[in-house]
Structures are given as structure tokens and as C-alpha cells.
């Protein structure tokens, strides 16, 4: 144990950063967890929050070479979140009319980003039994992601993280940000 210790605090002062992969602490620690057999759980449950934007591709990549290092059984899911517009909270009927379309738009816009990262995630063999899990519920994406992820507890969830403005941030709020808080689970942000 005494030795373990001593390993892991020379490896956090001796970082070391490749483009190919840059573990996070999260992960690292998680990693040596594993490699020392501490747990007795058969397969790792790694849920990935992601769309089909640039930075949960590039988080999905990093899932898939994080997965690739363990040396245990995992299940690596997808979770795609769909906020959908609550139904005619507006005095003004045109404005209901309005939500009802925008909703439309929205799961057509899902649906074209689901059908992506399937075709994504078909170019990697080891992710044969990934899957791409749909939540769709009449809230913001993080509320969805938040409530998956407590009821479904997996031992890491990984998400991307897209660098908001700071007006943006204030307006709209992170999502990565909100999750790391309120997930109950190991989180990694990748940027």
C-alpha cells in the first residue's frame, strides 16, 4: 500500500502530457484503481454525454483509448440528451404553435445527429457493444444527463466541454460544469 502511494504521488509531480493522451487525475486515479485490483466489480460502466459536435467526438475518442488501456471488462454507452420545449406555457396560442414546430425541428435535428454518431462509433471494432442510449424529456440537455446518470450510476461519465464566453456561460450555464456537480459519479471534462 505504502508503495502505491509513493507511485502515485510520483506520477501526479511527474506528469507527463502527449497529444495522443493526456489522462485527467479522474482517470488516472481511476486507472490505478483498477490496475491494483481495489474493486470487485466485473464490468466498468462508462457513460459517455455527447452530440455530434466536434468536442464530444473528441471526447468519445478519448473514451475509446481510455477503455483500451483497461485491463477489465467495461460497457461504454453513448447517452444522447434531447431538451425539448415544455408544451403551452404561453398565454398566446401562436407561441404553442411555435414550441410544437421548434420540438420537430429539434428530434429531426436528433435524429440526424444520432444516425452520426452511430456511423461514428461504427469505425472502432472494440466499441462493438458501445450503444447510443436517447433520453428525450421536456428540460434542458443537463437536467436529462443528470437524472440518467444518478439513476443509472456508472462508474465514470465522460463528457466534452465547449469553452462558452463568459456572457454565454452566464446566460445559458455549462452543462459540463452543472453535471460535474450534480452527477454522482467520477466525472472527466474533456477540452
Known amino acids: 500500500m505504502k508503495h502505491g502511494l509513493i507511485s502515485l504521488i510520483a506520477n501526479i509531480f511527474c506528469w507527463e502530457r502527449t497529444e495522443s493522451s493526456l489522462l485527467s487525475l479522474n482517470s488516472y486515479l481511476f486507472l490505478l484503481t483498477m490496475s491494483n485490483n481495489h474493486t ?42 434531447i431538451g425539448l420545449n415544455p408544451p403551452g406555457l404561453s ?3 401562436f407561441i404553442g404553435r411555435l414550441d410544437r414546430m421548434n420540438n420537430l425541428d429539434i428530434e429531426e435535428d436528433a435524429k440526424k445527429a444520432i444516425n452520426k454518431l452511430e456511423e461514428y462509433l461504427a469505425k472502432y471494432q472494440q466499441t462493438g457493444s458501445a450503444k447510443v442510449i436517447v433520453r428525450k424529456d421536456e428540460k ?22 465547449s469553452n462558452k464566453e463568459s456572457i ?17 459519479c467520477p466525472v472527466t471534462i474533456i477540452k
Open 40 to 81: 470487485t466489480v466485473s464490468t466498468y460502466h462508462i457513460i459517455i454525454a455527447a452530440d455530434d459536435s466536434p468536442i464530444s467526438l473528441k471526447a468519445i475518442n478519448y473514451a475509446i483509448d481510455f477503455c483500451a488501456k483497461l485491463s477489465v471488462p467495461y460497457q461504454l454507452n453513448i447517452l444522447y440528451a
Open 168 to 184: 454565454q456561460k452566464l446566460v445559458l450555464g455549462s452543462v459540463s460544469d452543472y453535471c460535474l456537480h450534480q452527477c454522482k
Open 140 to 161: 434542458d440537455a443537463k437536467y436529462i444527463i443528470e437524472e440518467y446518470v444518478n439513476n443509472n450510476p456508472p462508474d465514470l461519465l465522460i463528457m466534452g466541454s
Open 91 to 93: 398565454t398566446f396560442p
